[in-house]
């Protein structure tokens, strides 16, 4: 059997206090794994946990050795304000364009602040898609995205998984969700205090 990237046992996130539920999961090399549930039920903090920026507060939390991860947040880039084209961020994150929709691929040469929400997101999430990581967090990867967006999304994360990587994505998209991933794991609220 393949070696678990990751593996969650019991774990319990959050910041200053807790804010999940203990969590079981397991993402395999070649495996997606979706994470759904309610607005505030600890989703981002999971992830931020996993990527060592959130606090673990019990339960186990279980990584292959020296995994490298590659974490997409909702956060809007740093460098949206910088005189930048999307080819620059391409060049600064040493991802290629090969692969790039069209939509996105004849608009490489613009500045980031004259990009749509959506062209600057997938330029963005396309930098990580193609970071050398061997597990990919992706916190609500099709925001701003249309329908094609949407597909050409999970042809790229299909692909990056048959090449060996792990996926763990958040999202509230139904049928993105249920469409790319091979497990889907609704993450219950915790008892609000
Ligand atoms: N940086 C932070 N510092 C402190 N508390 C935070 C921080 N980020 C999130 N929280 C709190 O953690 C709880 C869970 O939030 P989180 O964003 O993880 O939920 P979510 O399931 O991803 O929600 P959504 O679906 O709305 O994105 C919330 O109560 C939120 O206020």
Same mark, same amino acid.
């Given at each position: 059997m393949t070696q678990p990237l990751l593996c969650l046992t019991g774990l319990v996130a959050g910041w200053q206090v807790p804010a999940t539920r203990p969590v079981d999961l397991m993402v395999a090399a070649g495996r997606i794994v979706g994470l759904t549930g309610a607005n505030?039920?600890?989703k981002s903090t999971l992830l931020a946990a996993i990527a060592g920026r959130a606090r673990v507060f019990c339960g186990q939390l279980e990584k292959k050795p020296d995994l490298r991860i590659g974490?997409?947040?909702q956060d809007v880039p740093p460098l949206s304000g910088l005189p930048l084209?999307?080819?620059d961020v391409l %060049? *600064?994150?040493a991802a290629s364009a090969d692969g790039l929709p069209p939509w996105l691929a004849d608009c490489l040469d613009r500045r980031l602040d004259r990009l749509s929400g959506g062209q600057r997101h997938y330029l963005a *999430?396309?930098?990580?898609?193609?970071?050398? %990581?061997e597990l990919l967090l992706l916190d609500e990867p099709t925001?701003? *995205?249309d329908a094609q967006g949407v597909r050409h999304l999970a042809q790229a994360l299909r692909t990056r998984a048959d090449?060996?990587?792990g996926i763990l994505l958040v999202s509230h998209d139904a049928g993105f969700v249920n469409g790319v991933c091979d497990e889907v794991i609704v993450v219950e609220a915790p008892d609000v205090v």
């Open positions: 505030g039920a600890g974490l997409q947040t084209s999307g080819r %060049a *600064l994150t *999430l396309w930098a990580v898609l193609q970071a050398p %990581a925001n701003n *995205l090449a060996g990587c």
